[in-house]
Nanobody
């Protein structure tokens, strides 16, 4: 299983970025997917997740109303659209996938991870 995240970069506060995560080596539609982030010196934080069949979406409190998670089965890709970015959103963002995480917001329940992509928001 391989997850390849991309789309990070430097953006000013109030700007937008879209992260992508291509999932290969598995039946994409069988996997739940999530996004997590880790700022320097801080613990990993749940950002968003999308379930495999129903497509239900879940968000961390700090990003609700600003970020949107989605998935495209044809492209085997999970997206994270980030709007109205704030300096506190600065972190390395990771995508993750798992067949059956008990808790979609718990990173320890995911078996597969991408390499991370840096997002930096300047004030």
């Amino acid at each position: 299983v391989q997850l390849q995240a991309s789309g990070g970069g430097l953006v000013q506060a109030g700007g937008s970025l879209t992260l992508s995560c291509v999932v290969s080596g598995v039946t994409f539609t069988s996997y739940h997917a999530g996004w997590f982030r880790q700022a320097q010196g801080q613990e990993r934080e749940f950002v968003a997740a999308v379930s495999r069949i129903s497509g239900n979406k879940y968000y961390g409190d700090s990003v609700k109303g600003r970020f949107t998670v989605s998935r495209d089965s044809a492209k085997k890709t999970v997206y994270l659209q980030m709007n109205n970015l704030k300096p506190e959103d600065t972190a390395v963002y990771y995508c993750a996938a798992d067949l059956a995480p008990r808790d979609l917001s718990d990173g320890s329940d995911y078996d597969y991870w991408g390499q991370g992509t840096q997002v930096t928001v300047s004030s």
